[in-house]
């Protein structure tokens, strides 16, 4: 059983283009999450998706960012007119209910320049 | 708004030598997890905490809950150097936040010398 897969793994760009990265929960499951991490920081939450809705996106800044998560497909945290400030490693998550802890994928790091 | 708080936040620690990690977190939460995460990796979930006293152990990490002090630790026991790791606990967001809003600590980064 395959882990979430996260790609690219490492992606650059400039200031001002978009970012898209890519997420593939395991298999049998519908939650997914993604968290941004800062270098030397925990991890924060951004948003929590299942199948086509959003449920939680009180992480995610107001401006720039959207998520999806489509009926067919991986998720997708995409960034736009990416600043440096957004340089971090994203993380995403899945799992199958409550009770479960969150598996997290290797995560892709963003370096802006 | 709920915080969440390691210390240390850095440790250094001999081969064979046991050593306490502690957290701490400011309002009730339901449920408390401790996750490994070595460098440029993900992180790895080792404990769920779900009730006042419960205690998980795993090789030689042991991890406790203590709902009324809102304490959670990681007592880590004889260290061997595979242990090296960053180490961080984290907590159910219960206000405001949904089903997998967790909020982390900062983690402890921890380094087992021979």
């Known amino acids: 059983n395959a882990g979430v897969m996260q790609n690219p793994r490492h992606l650059v760009r400039r200031r001002g283009q978009e970012a898209r990265l890519r997420c593939s929960p395991m298999k049998g499951h519908s939650h997914v999450y993604w968290y941004r991490q800062l270098p030397e920081e925990g991890l924060k939450f951004m948003v929590y998706l299942q199948k086509e809705n959003i449920i939680d996106e009180s992480g995610m800044p107001k401006e720039r960012f959207s998520a999806e998560f489509p009926k067919e497909g991986p998720s997708i945290l995409r960034i736009q007119q990416v600043v440096r400030g957004d340089s971090a490693a994203y993380f995403c998550?899945?799992?199958?209910?409550?009770?479960?802890?969150?598996?997290f994928g290797n995560g892709t790091r963003l370096t802006v320049t | 708004e709920l915080k969440v708080e390691q210390n240390p936040l850095f440790l250094s620690m001999q081969e064979g030598k046991n050593y306490t990690i502690y957290c701490n977190y400011s309002t009730t939460s339901d449920r408390l997890y401790w996750y490994r995460q070595d460098p440029g990796k993900s992180l790895e979930s080792l404990f769920v905490?779900?009730?006042?006293?419960a205690v998980k152990q795993e090789g030689r990490l042991m991890a406790s809950l203590d709902t009324k002090a809102r304490l959670s630790t990681l007592h880590i026991t004889a260290a061997v150097h595979d242990l090296s790791a960053t180490y961080f606990c984290?907590?159910?967001?219960?206000?405001?936040?949904?089903?997998?809003?967790?909020?982390f600590g900062k983690g402890t980064k921890l380094s087992v010398k021979p």
């Open positions: 984290a907590v159910d967001n219960n206000y405001g936040g949904s089903q997998g809003n967790l909020i």
């Open positions: 998550a899945s799992s199958t209910n409550y009770n479960s802890p969150l598996h």
């Open positions: 905490l779900l009730s006042n006293g």
